[in-house]
């Protein structure tokens, strides 16, 4: 226990820095903190105006003609220089007349000295008489030999007199035995200043307004798949940011008064030049979207050599376009242990391409102890077709508990046709929370032609926002007939992005659309309904039959040219259907040759109907050989009714033919 602190152990203490770890060296900062004020200078009053040699020259003066305030005071200020020797023998004089502020410092410097019981001693003799340093002091001593009843005791003294770290000692002990009364004297240690109190405070406040679930800028890849396929895992690394719920049962007005005052006594504590705290309200602000000021406090706890800071502040700049700002402040974290910081460096590496960099700052996040390091690597090796290696990275992190590398692992073993060994990497990583995990668990299931499982793993995925899940949910309440459950989730679905969802949710309104009546001269024309939007939004995705029922739609409409640019879309990527339609449009506007070319293109693809065109567009033309080819592949088509008209017309031409 330290209680004694001036420029020379201030610079010691600089160099203790130094040779140590960042995150020890706060503790160090506040302990020295601490020493200044456990030495009790009350006997001191001077003016500014005077040096410290002339003050110690008039104090001496005055303690050799017996100045018991003198005394003191010189004492304390050799004690503060950490001239002990000096100190002693006038600290000694002041004690033995009786001034408890001796009392407390000659503690201090026996204590220095190496002997606490006799320091402890003074302290009691300075507590008993009123000093709440001694107190503070003496309260410290209790706790460090496990005597809490009378570190309570003493701590509380000091406390109550209004002696800030004797406040935070008592909330501390208090906190360490999950007492609620901790959160008293934090408070009242913060109001006076105490920065690391403030900083615990404001911790505890965010704590009770949220349940922190993802740190800032956690590096690891979300995994996602297309359709029903299993996912597949892509090289390099993603980033998030750190997000909370609610807690349970908390008002919600309640929850933000909370997190609004804990915000504050973060600023107060990084205005006092608190790192952490300047960090976290860095990550306060930034969640908020005021990325201007916590760019400042993070750039001010980084400066301070906050590696965690660093680390925001380079993903900060990353998203601001400055990557090579960002490389500058993550190699500086990760040079201080920051995994994450490591993590980002090699994703950055190995989106350039620098793929054994790359590895070599996953590696180090690995060392860091940050388990993205293995999983990322397992991306790296994927990435590459270096698979029986990417199995070895995901498993490690996987057995770490890192729920997105089960989920890759289990991937990889389902493509290897170990369904069997999937299943339980595929249940571990859902389990814990992986929305991936569980829609490939639906997958898995589905497969086997277990739909009710899959199901059950479908609605869980849906519910945690999963698109592709949620898609898979509205088809089964289709093919149950439950519409308003299909809408639901189709509408969530298409929300999502999924172009099928937008495709069937389209559907689903359509169906409900009255039949249109007659159309009549001079009508207005009517506004798209809520169904043609949600068709366009699928057709604009390049769903192909979205785009032909736009088309279809627009063409009711009267619109020929928007209708003309849909069949055209669908059909140029592959759709019969939008062919077929492409050509019966340009037909009726009196192109017959490319109408012919579309109807050949929707024929070969197997449409029926454009078949029976070119039979008839042949026998209009003469052509009765080339007819009855087509009226053959009509037949052969169908569907039923357009079958039947081939095969007269085909009997028809064969009797032209045969005439």
């Known amino acids: 226990m330290v209680f004694m602190g001036d420029r020379a152990t201030l610079l010691e203490t600089g160099r203790f820095v130094q040779r140590h770890a960042r995150n020890a060296a706060d503790e160090i900062i506040e302990a020295v903190g601490a020493v200044d004020a456990a030495v009790d200078t009350t006997a001191d009053a001077d003016t500014d105006a005077e040096t410290e040699t002339e003050t110690e020259a008039r104090h001496r003066r005055a303690a050799e003609h017996g100045d018991l305030a003198s005394m003191s005071a010189l004492g304390a200020l050799l004690l503060r220089r950490g001239d002990l020797d000096g100190a002693e023998p006038y600290l000694r004089g002041a004690t033995a007349e009786g001034d408890r502020a001796a009392a407390n410092n000659l503690g201090v410097l026996l204590h220095q000295r190496g002997y606490p019981d006799e320091a402890a001693g003074w302290w009691r003799v300075a507590a008993v008489a009123g000093s709440a340093p001694a107190a503070h002091a003496l309260g410290r001593h209790h706790r460090e030999r496990g005597d809490e009843p009378a570190a309570e005791y003493w701590l509380r003294q000091a406390a109550e007199q209004g002696h800030a770290l004797g406040a935070y000692a008592l909330a501390d002990l208090l906190e360490h035995r999950s007492d609620v009364g901790a959160e008293r004297w934090l408070r009242a240690a913060a109001e006076q200043g105490h920065r690391e109190a403030a900083y615990r405070l404001a911790l505890a406040l965010e ?52 997190a609004a005052e804990a915000e504050q006594w973060f600023r107060q504590a990084a205005a006092r030049g608190h790192r952490r705290a300047a960090f976290h309200l860095g990550a306060i602000l930034e969640h908020r979207g005021e990325l201007k000021e916590a760019g400042r406090w993070y750039l001010s706890s980084a400066k301070e050599g906050e590696a965690k800071a660093a680390c925001a502040l380079g993903f900060l700049l990353r998203d601001a376009g400055d990557e090579e700002s960002a490389a500058v402040w993550w190699l500086r974290a990760a040079q201080d242990g920051d995994g994450n910081a490591a993590n980002a460096l090699g994703a950055l590496h190995a989106a350039r391409g620098e793929q054994q960099t790359a590895e070599r700052w996953y590696r180090a996040a690995m060392d860091a102890g940050d388990v993205n390091g293995a999983y990322n690597l397992g991306l790296l090796c994927a990435a590459q077709d270096r698979i029986p290696q990417a199995e070895q990275w995901y498993r490690r992190a996987a057995y770490a508990g890192h729920r997105e590398a089960a989920n890759a692992l289990a991937v990889l073993l389902l493509q290897a046709g170990d369904a069997n060994g999937a299943e339980p990497w595929f249940s571990k990583a859902a389990e814990a929370g992986s929305v991936d995990a569980a829609f490939n668990l639906g997958i898995l299931h589905a497969g086997r032609d277990d739909d009710r499982t899959a199901l059950v793993w479908y609605e869980r995925a849906a519910a945690a926002g999963h698109t592709e899940a949620a898609l898979q949910v509205g088809i089964a309440a289709l093919r149950d007939g439950d519409e308003q459950t299909a809408e639901r989730h189709l509408r969530c679905a298409a929300g999502g992005g999924s172009a099928e969802a937008a495709f069937r949710l389209a559907s689903v309104l359509d169906a409900r659309r009255p039949e249109p009546g007659p159309a009549v001269l001079g009508a207005p024309r009517e506004e798209k309904s809520e169904c043609e939007e949600w068709y366009e939004r699928a057709a604009q995705q390049g769903h192909r039959r979205a785009q032909v029922r736009v088309g279809m739609l627009a063409a009711g ?23 077929f339609n492409l050509g019966l449009l340009l037909a009726r506007e009196g192109s017959e040759r490319e109408a012919a070319l579309w109807w050949t293109r929707a024929a070969r693809a197997g449409h029926g109907r454009a078949a029976l065109r070119l039979a008839l567009l042949a026998a209009r033309r003469g052509e009765l050989t080339e007819g009855r080819h087509w009226c053959d592949r009509a037949v052969e088509l169908g569907p039923a009714e357009v079958a039947e008209r081939a095969a007269r017309l085909s009997e028809a031409l064969h009797q032209e033919l045969t005439a």
């Open 207 to 258: 704590r009770r307004a949220t349940e922190t679930t993802r740190g800032p800028h956690e590096t690891g890849t979300r995994l996602r798949g297309p359709g029903t396929r299993a996912v597949v895992p892509s090289g390099g690394a993603a980033t998030g940011t750190a997000t909370g719920t609610a807690v349970p049962g908390q008002p919600a007005g309640e929850r933000a008064g909370e």
């Open 557 to 579: 409409r009267g619109d020929l040219a928007e209708a003309d640019r849909w069949y055209r879309e669908a059909a140029e990527a592959g759709s019969r259907n939008g062919a």
